[in-house]
């Protein structure tokens, strides 16, 4: 059985992604999988919580058998078979920041797919030691040429001595270790 899993993080109307998890899976190997996802620190403490369709809370999950039993002996389908169709992956136990993941329902079996698959995904990784979620705006950089600002009448605030410097910086290379001067063929 193939479980499709929506997370989300409550702090964030961006943040998404969806995963298809084998039944099979314990807790414990996906909490593996989802901290090479969203580059996580490996080190840290987690824990997961298990709601029911009402919201009632149901299991705990951690690293060491809490009474419902370890992460690395609880899998989806008994997580599914007890009720709880809402897992919190409690990520940051000091500030209480989870990843909600609930589930959507069952996918289909893809044999050449590695599992768990990310099938969906919106919004950038949260930062684990950050407090909250912050999206940070994707600020484009926009280079324009000397000549193009001068032909837009936008050179009144810009001297020579700008637009010589940027033409010099044209005329550079990266190879991957320092910055060749085209020109003179020197770092």
Do not use: C, W
Request: hydrophobic share 35%; charged share 35%; proline share 5%.
């Amino acid at each position: 059985m193939v479980y499709r899993f929506r997370a989300t993080i409550p702090e964030s109307k961006v943040f998404y992604r969806v995963y298809e998890i084998k039944g099979e899976m314990t807790l414990f190997k996906f909490n593996g999988f989802i901290v090479d996802d969203l580059g996580f620190s490996p080190d840290q403490m987690v824990l997961y919580e298990g709601y029911d369709e009402t919201g009632a809370p149901g299991g705990e999950y951690g690293l060491i058998d809490l009474g419902d039993g370890a992460m690395d002996t609880v899998t989806f389908d008994q997580v599914v078979q007890r009720g709880e169709t809402e897992l919190h992956y409690l990520f940051d136990l000091r500030n209480d920041r989870y990843i909600r993941l609930v589930l959507e329902g069952e996918a289909a079996y893809v044999p050449s797919r590695i599992y768990p698959f990310l099938s969906d995904e919106k919004g950038q990784n949260p930062d684990q030691f950050r407090a909250r979620y912050e999206e940070e705006p994707a600020v484009p950089r926009l280079h324009v040429s000397p000549d193009a600002v001068r032909s837009l009448g936008l050179d009144d605030d810009l001297d020579d001595d700008d637009l010589d410097d940027e033409a010099d910086d044209e005329d550079k290379i990266f190879d991957g270790e320092e910055v060749y001067d085209e020109e003179e063929g020197e770092a």
